[in-house]
């Protein structure tokens, strides 16, 4: 599976942001597709999830950004509100068969957020 993610970018404190992340080749393994972020200096986290209609976060986000998926064009989405310093990161998408299997997994977009 190859994952191409995009939408990052330069944005103030309380705006949003949009990132894609479009999965082609063998995608029928590709059950949970997710988020995570590393920021300078810090492990990479979790960010969001889904799997079928389920979704998680972490907790610092819940309530901010939401993740969906097109399963017509095996697309992920995560739409990211009221944006804090605190959410600058490379964020990069994944994809497998469960949470702690991602196997697959994109090149990173940067997200900055100014304060």
């Known amino acids: 599976v190859q994952l191409q993610a995009s939408g990052g970018g330069l944005v103030q404190a309380g705006g949003s942001l949009r990132l894609s992340c479009a999965a082609?080749?063998?995608?029928?393994?590709?059950?949970?597709?997710?988020?995570?972020?590393?920021?300078?200096?810090?492990?990479?986290?979790?960010?969001?999830?889904?799997?079928?209609?389920?979704?998680?976060?972490?907790?610092?986000?819940?309530?901010?950004?939401?993740?969906?998926?097109?399963?017509?064009?095996?697309?992920?989405?995560?739409q990211m509100n009221s944006l804090k310093?605190?959410?600058?990161?490379?964020?990069?998408?994944?994809?497998?068969k469960a949470l702690d299997g991602m196997d697959s997994w994109g090149k990173g977009t940067q997200v900055t957020v100014s304060s």
């Open 24 to 78: 082609s080749g063998r995608t029928f393994g590709s059950i949970v597709m997710g988020w995570f972020r590393q920021a300078p200096g810090k492990e990479r986290e979790f960010v969001a999830a889904i799997r079928w209609s389920t979704t998680s976060y972490v907790d610092s986000v819940k309530g901010r950004f939401t993740i969906s998926r097109d399963y017509a064009t095996n697309t992920a989405y995560l």
């Open 85 to 96: 310093s605190e959410d600058t990161a490379v964020y990069y998408c994944a994809a497998g």
